[in-house]
């Protein structure tokens, strides 16, 4: 049968089985790429978006961020919709000290966090006047620029202790929230920048002992965010248990000052920060 007969035998089918044969089409092909979807959310990336300045000035609220699934294996968590039912991970490997991670909040719920893994098992952390220690060896921080924050509708100009809140203008008026700032590098080389914004709490801790299997996780905004240094009585993250790592943050693929709103498209282009697109970590 040639094709020109091939064409005219399907054309000729009844219109209510044509129709029949167009659905299973459309339910195989969404059925496949639901599947698709699935296989690359639990095992290839992942998104995640920032709601706290916690991370700041190294990750914004309104950064949409893609997450690494690969590089620590696979738990019962990075599956989504509560999947997973198994204990432990399958190809496990372990964070590198400096790495930034998203994980299951321990505490219990379903929220993620995002931090740095700054303790590995058996290190020592502690800090001293406001000063991170590693293994009984102060980490090195400089004193750098003050890191000037764009005010904006979902970044507000958020300070540990109000009256210490710095608000700065430039020459064309656009108005800044100005964060003390340090660089600060880990043993091994891993540099970035932290606020300090105050001689707060947790800027004097007791020695803390990474278990075995668990990692210590701080934020860069260090006297706003509750981690690895709060126990989770206290709201914190306590040790982090490695089978609670999601992935690693890998790059920034959307950023929104909160400006936009959702009846007016235009306004989606112009509140997108456009210079953290693209942003790796």
């Known amino acids: 049968m040639d094709s020109e007969t091939r064409l005219e035998t399907r054309s000729s089918a009844p219109p209510a089985e044509r129709k029949k044969e167009g659905f299973r089409e459309t339910t195989r092909f969404l059925l496949l790429l639901f599947v698709f979807a699935l296989v690359l959310r639990s095992f290839i990336v992942a998104p995640f978006s920032i709601p706290s300045g916690s991370m700041l000035p190294t990750m914004m609220i309104g950064d949409y961020l893609f997450v690494a699934k690969w590089p620590y294996g696979y738990s019962r968590f990075s599956l989504p919709f509560g999947l997973g039912s198994f204990d432990g991970r399958i190809l496990a490997d372990a964070p590198e000290r400096g790495d930034i991670a998203v994980f299951r909040y321990p505490g219990g719920g379903d929220d993620d966090y995002v931090k740095r893994v700054i303790g590995l098992p058996g290190d020592t952390v502690q800090m ?3 000063a991170l220690w590693l293994n009984g060896t102060e980490v090195p921080r400089v004193r750098v620029a003050d890191w000037l924050m764009p005010i904006t509708p979902n970044s507000p100009c958020r300070t540990v202790d109000p009256e210490a809140a710095r608000v700065v203008e430039d020459e064309d008026g656009n108005r800044f929230c100005a964060y003390e700032r340090y660089r600060e590098t880990l043993p091994g080389g891993e540099s970035y920048y932290i606020l300090d914004q105050i001689d707060g709490i947790a800027d004097d ?18 006297d706003d965010s509750l981690d690895s240094r709060f126990s989770l009585a206290a709201e914190g993250v306590g040790y982090l248990p490695h089978d609670y790592l999601i992935g690693e943050a890998m790059i920034v693929f959307f ?21 953290r697109i693209g942003e790796t970590f």
């Open 205 to 222: 801790t007791p020695l803390h002992v990474v278990p075995e299997g668990h990692y210590f996780m701080m934020g860069d905004n260090r």
């Open 128 to 130: 001293k006047d406001g």
């Open 255 to 275: 950023s929104t000052d909160g400006a936009a709103e959702w009846l007016k498209p235009w306004t989606w282009i112009s509140a997108a920060r456009w210079d």
